[in-house]
């Protein structure tokens, strides 16, 4: 039986504040007011605790890029093998592990018993779910194709998914290098340069002017170690935060843009997205202007996000979907401009979209290993330089020393 905590008032204005075993809160109430006490406040024992903890759990859980392709695949599966939307959304909230996961599919399935379509108990979740995923189900609702569109969906998830990851695989490496190196070279600027400046001092003779400038650095560093260290963190943190939000990605990609071989591959990534998303789109039954419209919001790009959007308007307007995306020739180039002309004319743009889509993912492959194997001699090129100079300004001095005592 659970306990439950209250707090009542009697005639007198006392106040009472005690715990007491009830079938419900109704029982407590009517318990007070048998002993003549006003409640105050009436609830369960540990039921605010385990709110705040689902409280927290929804704020640092999340639905990760896996958990939605399990999703879309597992109930593609379900549906192929004859089961119905409702039987296949019973046997995944048996089997979610997750909490927040199997929030999410018992609200599907509520809404379902409620006559609402499935798209809309994602899209109550837009933290979790993009436009893409939203749209796609409900186009796959529509034309009655909804086991082939989460199939499809699956897929493309899987593909953007296995993008992101050999991205940040190829940058780890030089990212771990320079970090690396940065951390070497404030070290020996805090702790190893400022000792040896008092010899230096104590030679009486001039010392070089790569010398003097790295002591000055070091003697700003070594003054608080602690809040160098800490300094050099919250870089890193603020760093990290700062390519989040809306301002650091338009920094970001304004830096990167201006570097041709980053610029390439910029480029490639979001010819990836775009083809991939708006032939899947297409394919799920959706119409070409809702289709341009969630395929913008699905490339990280604002350059491609923002010219896609007038290309809808454009569409609007009643001009053609590949006379509007030749007039920027330096964000979709003329072979994809011409074959989407083509699959207009033919009725296949559906297909033509998908073979560019596998083309410049290769091109993504490719141009992701030739930066990785330029940018790796050219940091360990930087980096050699800089602590080459370091050395250079504690050894020229040290042998100056040497030959002052001969």
Known sequence: MPIYLYEAIDEKGILYKTEMQALNKEEVIEFLVRQKLTPVSVYEKGKIERERLALIADIFETVSPLDKILLAKHLAAVLKAGL????ALEIMIADAEKPMMKKVL???????EKGQPLSSAFAAYPKYFSDVFVGMIRAGEVSGTLDKTLDQLGEQMLRDYDLVK???????YPIILMTGSLALVIFLLTFVLPKLATAFARGGFKLPLVTRIFLAIGDIFSKSPVITFGLFI????????FRTTVTGRKFFLALFWKIPLFRNLMKKI??????RTLQNLLNSGMNIIESLEITATSISNEMYRDFILKVKDDLRRGLPLTESFKKNSELFPN????MMAVGERTGTL?????????FYDEEVDRTLKNLVALMEPLM???MGIVVGGLAISILVPIYQMVGSLR
């Open 106 to 112: 018992i609200s599907a399935k509520n809404n379902l």
């Open 380 to 382: 360990l090129l930087v």
């Open 270 to 275: 979001a010819l990836v997205r775009f083809t």
């Open 234 to 241: 919250s870089a890193i943190v603020f760093l990290l935060y």
């Open 84 to 87: 119905s939307l409702r039987e």
């Open 166 to 172: 050999k991205t940040k695989s190829a940058m780890i």
């Open 335 to 338: 072979i994809l401009t011409n």
């Open 350 to 358: 559906e297909n033509i979209l998908a073979t560019m889509s596998g």
